[in-house]
C-alpha cells in the first residue's frame, strides 16, 4: 500500500526559504496529480490549500495566501513532490502535508484527495 513520507521541515527564520519532499513508498503516483496542504495547530482551521501539480509536472495551481512565495515541483523518476518555500512569515508555522489527488476537478477541496501524509513541522520564528 502506497504511504507517503513528507521531509524537509523544521525550525527557520523569518525570510528564509525551504524545500520540503514528499516521497512515496510502497507504491508510484507519477499517474496521479498531487497537492500540499498545511494546518496551524491550535487554530481551529481546516487543512488551508497551498499548491498542486499534475501527473506530468507541466500545469500548476496555486492557493491564495502563499502564492508568489511557493513553488510546486516533481520528479516522477524518484517518486517525489516538492515544495519550494521562500521568504518564510511566522504565520507559515503550520504542519505541512501531501496529498494524493484522486478525483474531482477541484483542486483545493480536502475531499478530492484520498491519501496523506503525516506531515511535517515547519516552525518560523521572526
Known amino acids: 500500500q502506497v504511504r507517503l513520507v513528507e521531509s524537509g521541515g523544521g525550525l527557520v527564520q523569518a525570510g528564509d526559504p525551504l524545500r520540503l519532499s514528499c516521497t512515496a513508498f510502497?507504491?508510484?503516483?507519477?499517474?496521479?496529480?498531487m497537492g500540499w496542504f498545511r494546518q496551524a495547530p491550535g487554530t481551529g482551521k481546516e487543512r488551508e490549500f497551498i499548491?498542486?501539480?499534475?501527473?506530468?509536472?507541466?500545469?500548476?495551481w496555486y492557493g491564495d495566501f502563499m502564492k508568489g512565495r511557493v513553488t510546486i515541483s516533481r520528479d516522477n523518476a524518484k517518486n517525489t513532490v516538492y515544495l519550494q518555500m521562500n521568504s518564510l512569515k511566522p504565520e507559515d508555522t503550520a504542519v505541512y502535508y501531501c496529498?494524493?489527488?484522486?478525483?474531482?476537478?477541484?483542486?483545493?477541496?480536502?475531499?478530492?484527495?484520498?491519501?496523506w501524509g503525516r506531515g511535517t513541522q515547519v516552525t518560523v520564528s521572526s
Open positions: 496529498a494524493r489527488w484522486a478525483w474531482g476537478t477541484e483542486e483545493r477541496l480536502l475531499k478530492n484527495y484520498d491519501l
Open positions: 510502497g507504491g508510484t503516483i507519477h499517474d496521479t496529480p
Open positions: 499548491a498542486a501539480i499534475n501527473l506530468r509536472g507541466d500545469r500548476t
